[in-house]
């Protein structure tokens, strides 16, 4: 990554501060950095549109709604070409901070503007208890990214996307044709890998279009829908076969058996090998 040079324009992606991890999905890419104490933030503009969640630390914004300082979580909206100087403050002797980035590419955004038929807007501070809930599971997603998160960071992303724009027109109450067709591949591929470019070539619509239109009538986004899939696929294979626990978990689109473990105590409150149990109990 470049460093960012005083009053630069920077580059897709590129953001003052340590990256921790950084993952891509098409025309999106997310990172986990931390503040950098040893660099001074200069006013800056970015090409891209870009989400900022403050995860920790004190940060000063200049975005609409911002505190003069932010002492807790923040999510923060700047379209494309936006210059600021946005910064962490120091609590003690050194600047401390850590954030998540969510980048997207200008087709991506223009998409997701034609869709909603409003524009960005400028700068502002994004206060809607769902859209922090949608920026935190993104943080988290990257954090691990086990098998299918690149399908739940891009629902997410594009959730996000929407939450930054909102629609004028009120929101089409009869779901439409194209979103069973959807819903029936993600059914029909639980076990495997499938990402949002997928689902909206097989669907027909632009895929910032498919992750708002899924979620506000399926109430999740494509990515908890397939795992849940997957979990109730996995359920009914421990009830009704002998098959090792380790090949389910493969068969079911997990990463490994440890992993299937986790998700499936998580989902359902116990292992399972408690599960099998306890249903072989029950006949």
Known sequence: MVDPTPRAVLPFGTFYGRVDVRRH????EMAVLHADP?????RHSHEE????????????????????????????????????RDTFEARASTVEGRFLTLSIAAPVMEAAVSDHRNRPGGPRTLSD???????????????????????ASESLALDLVSAAIPPRESAARVPPQWLARARELLDDQCGQEVRIAELAR?????????????????????????????LERAGVLLRETTRPVSELALSCGFADQS???RAFKRHTGVTPGAFRRQARGRG
Do not use: K, Q
Not at 59 to 76: C, D, E, F, K
Not at 129 to 151: F, I
């Open 25 to 28: 999905a098409p025309g999106l």
């Open 202 to 230: 097989a669907a027909g619509v632009h895929p910032v279009h498919l992750a708002r239109v899924f979620r506000r009538f399926m109430g999740c986004t494509p990515g908890d829908y397939l795992r849940r899939r997957r």
């Open 129 to 151: 208890p769902d859209a922090l809930r949608l920026a935190h599971r993104l943080a988290s997603e990257c954090a691990s990214w086990t098998t299918g998160a690149a399908l």
């Open 49 to 84: 549109a870009h989400f900022v969640l403050v995860l920790s630390g004190l940060y000063v914004s200049t975005a609409a709604g911002a505190p003069a300082v932010a002492s807790g979580p923040i999510l923060v909206f700047n379209p494309a070409g936006t210059t600021h």
């Open 259 to 261: 992993h299937f473990a």
């Open 38 to 42: 040893y660099r001074t933030v200069e």
